[in-house]
């Protein structure tokens, strides 16, 4: 089974901080995601990595940044948290790029960021 | 514009009863059409993709492409279907990137 390994289930953070949420996948996928998930918005595409040291910007890109230095390992930082960052951020990884009927996109638990 | 429309935020049904989750959907190609399923406390997962033409846990969806829907249906609903449901599109004109609706959170009631 694909595993995809959020290190932090729930964090509290204050504004102004640099925040780190990691995400580890075993299954050695080219292909990592990072989303964000609000109610009533769905999920939105933050950055997406097609190898080490690629990255592209999705929807919602602002204030977000991320780092793929290992091919399991994808991570996604803000740089000085702010309130509207509240939220549920989920990470995925697949075999090849983007959704078709032959790949599935694996998701990891979540990490709910709360910044006060 | 590419467009993914669930218009349900809530749907509650009785056991035993009809279950459909709406998806109505915006594109100028040809998408492919998912169905994604969050259960409480666990991660979001892939129900079911239209070209697959498939049943998985009683679910079921078809394209309409004159009606631009992928709804999803389950004759008789369970307990343990209480979910997040969300419906998604790829293709082309988005690079093969999901979009999403929504959500439709369904709670079935005993």
């Known amino acids: 089974d694909v595993k995809v390994t959020q290190s932090s289930r729930y964090l509290v953070k204050r504004t102004g901080e640099k925040v780190f949420l990691e995400c580890v996948q075993d299954m050695d996928h080219e292909n990592m995601f990072w989303y964000r998930q609000d109610p009533g918005l769905g999920l939105r595409l933050i950055y997406f990595?097609?190898?080490?040291?690629?990255?592209e910007k999705g929807d919602i890109p602002e204030g977000y940044s991320v780092s793929r230095e290992k091919k399991e390992r994808f991570s996604l930082i803000l740089e000085s948290a702010s309130t509207n960052q509240t939220s549920m951020y989920l990470c995925a990884s697949s075999l090849v790029p983007g959704a078709t009927s032959g790949n599935t996109i694996y998701f990891g638990e979540g990490s709910w960021l709360t910044v006060v | 514009a590419q467009r993914v429309t669930q218009p349900e935020k809530l749907l509650s049904v009785f056991k035993g009863a009809p279950v459909e989750l709406k998806c109505n959907y915006s594109?100028?190609?040809?998408?492919?059409l998912f169905w994604y399923v969050q259960y409480s406390r666990q991660r979001l997962q892939l129900l079911l993709r239209h070209i697959s033409r498939e049943s998985i846990k009683g679910f079921t969806a078809d394209l309409n492409k004159g009606e631009t829907s992928f709804h999803l249906k389950k004759p008789f609903a369970q307990e343990e279907d209480s979910a997040m449901y969300y419906c998604a599109l790829s293709g082309a004109d988005s690079n093969y990137q999901l979009i999403w609706g929504a959500g439709t959170k369904l709670i079935i009631k005993p």
């Open positions: 990595s097609y190898d080490v040291k690629m990255k």
């Open positions: 594109y100028s190609g040809s998408p492919e």
